[in-house]
Each structure stands twice: as structure tokens, then as C-alpha cells.
């Protein structure tokens, strides 16, 4: 874990502070078995020391593994970490702003004591900016359940994309074709409700 300053593409906007956590939570274990003298090789398999492995799936938006145990059932799991591998999309290719509220801790120069003081920040983000200072989770409580995420369209030119469910005699759309102005001129992006893709998509435990 280490410190980073995002620098954004908005003209005029402040470049902030954020921490980036590591990239992967993964562990790669090493083979226990011993090799035979004036040899660099051994015979047959690998053996691991380790008795519990956990799932080899990621999540496409951070790249942390599952920390569930290989070859489990339902939905993976994990804590995940900075949206390194994703970029913001801004309807009409404005920009959006967060406020963040972060306590750090000053040296009182003529007390020698640390004081915790709160900074506020504001974080302004468009089109094409990385996605790298937000956490998985915790953008999507901070954007709440209203939001939507895009995701690579799969359908021919004469497939549809829009997937719609009923609830409560409602019906909606949970993924739908993404116009033009709703992701920076692209095309070829779909639409979906957070609860679809974080349960369809990533297959991971809905927040």
C-alpha cells in the first residue's frame, strides 16, 4: 500500500492524493518437493505444502482473486482493491465530482505533538480517466444503487441486447444498448443495473 497523486483530465481540476493498494491478493506457493542430488529438475508432479487452495477467478475491474476455496459453488468473493483495469465513462462527456473526506495527521511545530485534522477533497472525473483511485465496492456505495456500469457489447448487428425483468408487476430493463452520449462516442457498450453486473457479469457477491 502506497500513496499516489491522480492527476485528471479535466481542465482545471485539482489533483489529489489516493492510496493505491497492491495489485493482486494472489500467493503463489512453492513446490515441496526435494530434488535429487546434481539434479534441477524432479520426477512426476509438483507437490505443494499448502492443503487448502483458494479459486484462481478474478475480478475484472481490480484483478483480486477470489478467497474462496477452489472449485466452490456460487458466486466468488473478495475484498477487492484499486479499479486499475477500468476507465470512467461521462454521459455527454462532461465531468462528475466526489467529495472525500480523509484524516491525516500534522506535526504541531511548536508543541511537537501530532494533531488529526480532516481534508476535504474534491475529485473530478471525465471520460477516459482511469479508474485506479477508486475501490470496487466502496465507489459503488458511494454512487448508490441507482448507478450503471458498461460493458462490452456481445450481440451481432441483428441481436438484441436489451435483457428486461419483472419485479413487483414492474418491468425494466436491467441491460439495454448504450447510445453514443451515454459512453463517450462508443458504440459497441451496453448498459446494465449494478445488481446485473455484479451478479451476471463479474459473478461476485452483490453489495
Not at 419485479?167 to 459512453?183: F, G, K, Q
Request: some cysteine; aromatic content about 10%.
Amino acid at each position: 500500500m502506497k500513496k499516489k497523486i491522480y492527476k485528471p483530465k479535466t481542465v482545471g481540476a485539482k489533483s489529489f492524493e489516493y492510496v493505491s493498494h497492491i495489485k493482486a491478493n494472489g500467493k503463489t506457493y512453492k513446490c515441496s518437493q526435494v530434488l535429487p542430488k546434481y539434479k534441477k529438475m524432479h520426477d512426476g508432479k509438483h507437490k505443494c505444502r499448502e492443503a487448502l487452495h483458494t479459486c484462481q477467478s478474478t475480478c475484472q475491474a481490480c484483478s483480486y482473486y477470489c478467497t474462496k476455496p477452489f472449485g466452490h459453488s456460487g458466486a466468488h468473493s473478495t475484498v477487492h482493491g484499486n479499479m486499475s483495469n477500468c476507465k470512467f465513462m461521462v454521459e455527454n462527456n462532461t465531468s462528475i465530482e466526489f467529495s472525500e473526506q480523509t484524516t491525516k495527521w500534522e506535526m504541531d511545530c511548536a508543541t511537537s505533538i501530532a494533531k488529526e485534522f480532516v481534508e476535504n477533497t474534491v475529485r473530478v472525473y471525465t471520460t477516459g480517466d482511469t479508474a485506479e483511485a477508486e475501490i470496487c465496492d466502496f465507489f459503488c456505495e458511494k454512487m448508490g444503487r441507482g448507478h450503471f456500469h458498461l460493458i462490452k457489447c456481445d450481440k451481432h448487428e441483428n441481436g438484441s441486447c436489451d435483457v428486461m425483468e419483472t419485479a413487483n408487476n414492474d418491468t425494466y430493463y436491467v441491460r439495454r444498448h448504450a447510445s453514443a452520449d451515454e459512453c463517450g462516442g462508443r458504440t459497441d457498450l451496453d448498459k446494465v443495473t449494478h445488481k446485473y453486473y455484479w451478479e451476471r457479469y463479474l459473478n461476485l457477491r452483490t453489495l
